[in-house]
């Protein structure tokens, strides 16, 4: 079993930034094994996907929305992955929750709040 915790989110002003993390721990995996992504969910919207990073590479792949702003990194050494938010906007605001691709199903975290506005 898999476990992923994010760090707290919180409100942000317009144009301002924020990062965010996600630690995964468990037994009976490699980390570094898996790609890992963040999506969001505003409310009354489907969930999105934000960004993705490949699990050694380290090739990433940005909605549309965010490309240029947002950016995804990881430390295996820490089992953590980030996203990094830049120049926020209103309608980035959202629950951001962390997925870990496994090798037979996929793990959330419980998700955190991001709230942009002056």
């Known amino acids: 079993q898999i476990q992923l915790v994010e760090s707290e989110g919180g409100l942000v002003q317009p144009g301002g930034s924020l990062r965010l993390s996600c630690v995964a721990s468990?037994?009976?995996?490699?980390?570094?094994?898996?790609?890992m992504r963040w999506y969001r969910q505003a409310p009354g919207k489907e969930r999105e996907l934000v960004a993705r990073?490949?699990?050694?590479?380290?090739?990433?792949n940005y909605a549309d929305s965010v490309q240029g702003r947002f950016t995804i990194s990881r430390d295996n050494a820490k089992n953590t992955v980030y996203l990094q938010m830049n120049n926020l906007k209103s309608e980035d605001t959202a629950v951001y929750l962390c997925?870990?691709?496994?090798?037979?199903?996929?793990?959330w975290g419980q998700g955190t709040p991001v709230i942009v506005s002056s």
């Open positions: 997925n870990l691709i496994g090798t037979i199903r996929e793990y």
């Open positions: 468990g037994s009976g995996f490699t980390f570094s094994d898996h790609a």
């Open positions: 990073i490949s699990p050694r590479s380290g090739i990433t």
